[in-house]
């Protein structure tokens, strides 16, 4: 039995075949935009048109940004903050999980709110709200991050006493507050919690006791970053340039997480507040960067942002090495979806399977270097064409600089004909210098390193490589835990070991 089949087709209708027509790429007319009115990101692979991004023809402004760790992401989201920025105004609060932006937004005069060094948040605060819905979302957060929804009883509790915290400071619940108030902290519910354990006229204090203890987490001296008076103008928050929260100094992914939701239900609230905008772009960008539990769970304010967001003009920007970390009402809505380099199978399945491309694009993703990506488009037009193309580089603010690891001096002539192992390692200059770090090669080392890089073109042999780091005194242990970081395979790290002659003294 064949598989090809011949078949008479007529030439018009060979014309409507898409692979026959159409280049994977969408038209010209949908990739460039006004350049007063868009950002410009990279220019196509194919035909080299710039693309500039408009959230005018896409079904919403939100953006997921997705690749392996070192693919670019958080460059990228740094590029498109600025140009939004220079363009629309646009604002943005970073939810900074490993302080990855802090370095750059206090370089570029934005507003730094480190947690756990020197910084508070009052989750108590009004921001504008009406207390009984900020204890609502106080209360929707403890149900996120602890096991309080199991206990009725504690819960309940536990929302009369913040309520009643309010009531005691004059605070009308039901009531936007007055300007300039100070709100109740947490520590103040806690105390009420306890006056009623004391005054024993409680059925049951062992529930009394189970709440008081709860709360107390997010209030101990010394862990108590939810608990005072807050260091930034909650309020203002949306509409101050470039804001970053730096959850790094926190002690645990509890404690990010409830800043994260914190700040999630704010801005939602201040973007419902302030209603439509008139103006073009974005006015505010909210970044999640690497958040992943507060990315992942159905109850997260991200959702409603990604929900609404587009008739507040407030956009939300995830982004993750784990595609599967982002909730899937999330990445099945977001109106564009930047992938990065990607290397897990299981990680390629998940996109392709949501996103419906071909194996070229998937092929094209795997062996993306720093920089390149694949830009998925939900387009709200009826024409058709491809919704997802490739990116030569997301074209940025800072240069790149690539050096290669030659592997030719280890391959035998067979195998470099075959073409089934990869014959160099390429790396951005800062990764190859991380990865360094990592494996206990001290920074003079790495200088020297790099001068020799440098004056040969950023290209070295392996065997070299190998042979001058161990010539800085490396130990061959460090040497091969740094190769493994670079997944080049076993046996072929045991031959380039043994080819280049090093060995533990
Ligand atoms: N398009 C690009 N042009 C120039 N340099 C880039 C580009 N993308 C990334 N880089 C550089 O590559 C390095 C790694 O990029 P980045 O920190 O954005 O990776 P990441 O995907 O956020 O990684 P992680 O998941 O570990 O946070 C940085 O030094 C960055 O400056
Ligand atoms: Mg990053």
Known sequence: MSIVKMQHVMSNEVSKRSFLSRPPEPPANILLNDPMNSIYIGNTKIFKIPFA?????????????????????????????????????????????????????????????????????????????????????????????????????????????????YA????????????????PTLKDGIALLEEQLQSGGYQYPAELENAIYRLRQFARPGEDFFSRKSTLDI?????????????????????????????????KEKMRFEGFAETKGIKTFVVLDEAWKVASDDRSDAITIVREGRKYQFGLIVASQNPTDINEAIYSNVGTNFILRIKFERFLDYIQGSLNFSPYIRSEISNFGVGQAAVDMSFTTSMRFPNIFVLDRIKGEEPLYIYTINLTDVLTQAEVSAN???????????????????????GDIINQLFKKLDSQGRTINMLDFVRTLYSYHLRVADIIALLKSMSIEDLLITRIISSSGVRNE
């Open 53 to 165: 991004w408009n959230f005018d023809n896409v079904t919403n402004p939100h953006i997921a940004v997705v690749g392996i760790t070192g693919a670019g992401k958080s460059y990228f989201v740094k590029t498109f903050l600025i140009r939004a920025n220079y363009i629309w105004d646009t604002n943005a609060v970073i939810i900074d999980w490993a302080s990855e932006y802090k370095a750059w937004v206090q370089q570029s005069g934005g507003t730094i709110l480190s947690l756990g060094k020197g910084d508070y948040i009052n989750i108590m605060d009004l921001a504008g709200m009406k207390p009984l819905d900020r204890v609502k979302q106080i209360m929707g957060a403890f149900e996120i991050l602890t096991d309080i929804a199991s206990y009725p009883e504690q819960r309940r509790l536990t929302e009369e006493a913040l309520e009643q915290a």
């Open 168 to 183: 005691n400071l004059g605070f009308n619940l039901a009531e936007r507050p007055p300007e300039g108030k100070d709100a």
């Open 235 to 267: 309020e203002k928050m949306a509409n101050s340039g470039l804001v970053d929260i730096d959850l790094s100094g926190l002690s645990d992914d509890t404690f990010r997480a409830l800043a994260a939701l914190f700040i999630l239900q704010t801005l």
């Open 420 to 442: 089934l192992l990869p014959r160099d390692y390429q790396f951005e200059e800062d990764e190859l210098k991380n990865k360094m770090i990592n494996y206990n090669v001290s």
